[in-house]
């Protein structure tokens, strides 16, 4: 009877194991594509390629991009470790019959994925005249992303137990469409920052967008502190946070960032240097914060003191020497 309930007791602990939810290998991804021309087909959808977020600009072609008279495509790039970089061009591409004075696109496209850090830049620019109908596409797009795994314990919650966590994101940058909008020609820039938890919902963390004659929003608003904005222009940064989302202490859960900037006529995106997972808040059941955590990531990176990138740490080595020498100039002065 023992032995037999031991196999029983077995059983159920290997049940129990085969259901816990399997999780994704941390990964790295990129996407660019510029899509421009006067093609022959009249509808578009988004590009499955950016499925995952929130904006998704309809540039592709239906009956395909190359089978209804456009240029370019969709480029993508995965890896386990970083950093992830990619560009791409396009151009000059002609708009429309040459008779017309259609002008011509060229554009680009700048990723850059790292865990806990993203980049991405769309540049694109229409010279010679201005397209001359409806199905001229003239586009370009980058995005970025990171998928991780994390745990949290604490020696004040314990195991097992329900909690939550928001994320804390740095991003500054610039969105720029000057001039004024034209029949078949407007310009405009979105940026956007996505995080989904697990399988859940992607909640969209922020979106910049700048369009030529109207004056620049983030999330649907006036730009925060931080940033300065024009008609058509839009810099600068400041911090940006998730909804509370759940998690269970001493479990792993995956999580997924992506950024992504999108240009369109004669427009620029670029936020291709700074948009930093710069901190998380971790709550317990009631919403208390806990402040007293250790968290581990599956990529082994560190998100709670994350080491500063290559560019920030000269940066920030260059700084303590001027303070050295400005220091030792003030003791010789004083000599």
Known sequence: MKLSRLYGSLAIIAACGSALPAHAVPSLGTVNGIVAGDGSCGSWAPAAELSFFTFRPPNVAVGGITACGYSGGYRTQTATTGPLTQHDSLGPVILGPTASSPGYYSGTADSRAGYGSLGAGSHSDITGGLPQSGSALYESVAAASFSDTLTATSPLVASMSAGSVRYQFSIDGSLTALGAPAAFFFGETYAVLDVQQGSGPVYEVMNAHARRGDPPTIRNSPPPAGWTSSTGSLSGGSVFYSLDLPIVWGTPWDVTVGLLAWSYGTADAQLLHT???????LFDATGNPVTDFNLSSASGT?????????????????GIALLAWRERGSRESRR
């Open 275 to 281: 948009a930093t997972l710069s901190g998380l808040e």
């Open 302 to 318: 560190d998100y709670v003191s994350p080491v500063p990138e290559p560019g920030s740490a000269t940066l920030l080595l260059a």
